[in-house]
């Protein structure tokens, strides 16, 4: 599994498939998947303007 950080979000890539993780104002996920070569940047049902989290998103190696 890939795993990069995109404009502050996590996004892991295995086998064709994409899962991007990123804050969504306070206290809160947004947890997106797909099968497709690009997520869609779109907010369907997310209509309310979010505030800046703030949050900083760090990838490290496992440790031994």
Do not use: C, Y
């Not at 997106?32 to 979010?50: K, M, P, Y």
């Amino acid at each position: 599994m890939r795993f990069q950080i995109d404009h502050g979000a996590l996004v892991a890539r295995h086998n064709g498939e994409t899962l991007r993780i990123e804050a969504w104002g306070k206290d809160s996920l947004r947890v997106r998947a797909t099968r497709l070569s690009q997520i869609q940047d779109e907010n369907w049902a997310l209509t309310e303007a979010v505030p800046e989290s703030g949050a900083e998103v760090t990838i490290a190696d496992k440790a031994p």
